[in-house]
């Protein structure tokens, strides 16, 4: 008998550790352009996790994307006119793309199926995708070099 309370109580703990368990962040950001992906920057967020018996929230406050940018790689466009965005948790959050300069958030770019339009002009940009999921927000940033 004590045999199989002791097993009942590892599996009761074993589900309510899986239940109370969630992600504290958004999920990884990715960007394809060329055939390559390239990983965003993460930057500010919000994020909130559901448990069992109580919710928890995560704000985590970064530089501006210009900033993150200043350590980061620019990505090569390469021929592509468009850039895919995907997620590390493979699901679509609502997202807005902006590109960014040493003043703050200047254009907005079109973004429509996961795919931005990328700028004509040749050059070093700062593109920022903000992204609005079920349990928050995030900002993640990549700069691109368009060829």
């Known amino acids: 008998m ?4 002791a097993l009942w109580l590892i599996i009761l703990t074993g589900v309510l550790l899986t239940a109370c368990s969630g992600t504290s962040e958004p ?17 500010t967020y919000e994020w909130t996790n559901e448990g069992l ?33 995907t997620f590390s948790s493979g699901k679509t959050p609502e997202l807005s793309a902006f590109i960014w300069d040493d003043e703050g958030r200047q254009e907005q770019l079109p973004i429509e199926n996961e795919q931005v339009t990328l700028p004509e002009s040749e050059g070093r940009y700062i593109i920022e995708v903000f992204a609005e999921w079920e349990n928050g927000t995030g900002s993640y940033t990549l700069p691109v070099m368009i060829q």
Do not use: C, H, L, R
């Open 2 to 5: 004590k045999k199989i309370t």
């Open 27 to 43: 999920p990884d950001g990715f960007m394809t352009m060329n055939k390559e992906v390239t990983e965003m920057a993460k930057g």
């Open 53 to 85: 018996f109580s919710d928890s929230q995560v704000t985590a406050d970064a530089g501006t994307p210009y900033e993150i940018a200043e350590n980061v790689e620019a990505a090569p466009s390469g021929d592509d006119k468009t850039a895919v965005i």
